[in-house]
């Protein structure tokens, strides 16, 4: 069975740094885009950060660019969010994504919050 386990939220003060880590299983790690969502209470779910099998053609959302770095490590079957200069307009539940859509492939995890607050 597909596992992806989000671990590193939390509670945070403006202007902290934060490292979601993103553990994978049963899946060919190294065929997958890995993406990093987030969603707020009655609003849609965002697409803040990609980075394909390949390491190239990185994406990052408008809000997030400059500040989040999306990485993986293969060998590790993870992936990490480093968010550095956390806002209160960060606060959300964070979610792992595997995705290999030529195939269909689109997997979740359960998500971990993170709380921007002084």
């Known amino acids: 069975q597909v596992q992806l386990v989000e671990s590193g939220g939390g509670l945070v003060q403006p202007g902290g740094s934060l490292r979601l880590s993103c553990v994978v299983s049963?899946?060919?790690?190294?065929?997958?885009?890995m993406n990093w969502y987030r969603q707020v209470p009655g609003k849609m779910r965002e697409l803040i950060a990609s980075?394909?099998?390949?390491?190239?053609?990185?994406y990052y959302g408008d809000s997030v660019k400059g500040r989040f770095t999306i990485s993986r490590d293969d060998d590790k079957r993870t992936a990490v969010l480093q968010m550095n200069k956390l806002k209160p307009e960060d606060t959300a539940r964070y979610y792992c994504n595997a995705a290999w859509l030529q195939f269909g492939y689109d997997h979740w995890g359960q998500g971990t919050q993170v709380t921007v607050s002084s």
């Open positions: 980075l394909p099998p390949t390491g190239t053609n990185l």
């Open positions: 049963e899946i060919s790690f190294g065929e997958y885009t």
